[in-house]
């Protein structure tokens, strides 16, 4: 069973817009939320990270929202560019170990 | 330049046949973990590494098997046991982060 939910599957926005994906998580061990970007025919890079103590962390125009009360968490990215079409995977571990990802987000921005 | 090298970047199998991909990373890390990527589906673990001559089943081994003689060395091999090997097969090394290859696509002829 998946462990992290990631939703929307896809989504559009037009350029200099927000795009938001939001992820949930049912494992109160989890300790380490990172956000990976993926291009095509490429591996996942690390885009951003979060840990549970930190309600928000921003890095350029990426932020992650961390609700832990909720067990959600979220990524957004502000005055979104074309570049910044791609996939996006949540993911969550503990003891710095296996990574457990979403199903991804594919993201199109219209220039 | 620091990295993982996945190679080959695509790769046919025939029915009944083992194929084997390769992994090497120049980042001194101990852990090293095997992906698979079907579209829509995520990443999902075949197999992970914490330290050489010692590895570990992830959650879709079946299938699949492994080594890891040298630190920086962690080929996958596909067998024949494995029925639905059509895929994107990436290896990733490291903790928090886990740094990734650029993926090897498997397909069958």
């Known amino acids: 069973q998946q462990q992290v939910k990631q939703s929307p599957q896809s989504l559009i926005v037009q350029k200099g817009g927000i795009s938001i994906i939001n992820c949930a998580y049912e494992?109160?061990?989890?300790?380490?939320f990172p956000w990976y970007q993926q291009f095509p025919g490429k591996g996942p890079a690390l885009l951003i990270a979060?840990?549970?103590?930190?309600s928000e962390k921003k890095e350029g125009r990426f932020t992650i929202s961390f609700n832990k009360s909720a067990k959600q968490f979220s990524l957004h990215i502000m005055d979104s560019q074309p570049g910044d079409s791609a996939t996006y995977f949540c993911?969550?571990?503990?003891?710095?170990?296996?990574?457990?990802f979403g199903a991804g987000t594919t993201v199109t921005v219209r220039a | 330049d620091g990295g993982i090298t996945q190679s080959p970047k695509y790769l046919f199998r025939k029915e009944g046949q083992n194929v084997t991909l390769s992994c090497e990373q120049n980042?001194?890390?101990?852990?090293m973990y095997w992906y698979r990527q079907d579209p829509g589906q995520g990443l999902r673990l075949i197999y992970y590494?914490?330290?050489?001559?010692?590895?570990q089943k992830g959650d879709i081994a079946e299938g699949y098997s492994v080594s890891r003689e040298k630190k920086e060395s962690f080929p996958l091999t596909v067998t024949s046991a494995q029925k639905n090997p059509t895929a994107f097969y990436l290896c990733?090394?490291?903790?928090?982060?886990?740094?990734f290859g650029d993926g090897t696509r498997l397909s069958i002829l």
């Open positions: 979060i840990r549970p103590d930190v």
């Open positions: 494992n109160t061990a989890f300790d380490y």
């Open positions: 980042l001194n890390h101990d852990a």
């Open positions: 990733a090394s490291g903790r928090q982060p886990q740094h």
């Open positions: 590494s914490q330290i050489v001559n010692d590895f």
């Open positions: 993911a969550a571990s503990f003891n710095d170990y296996k990574l457990s």
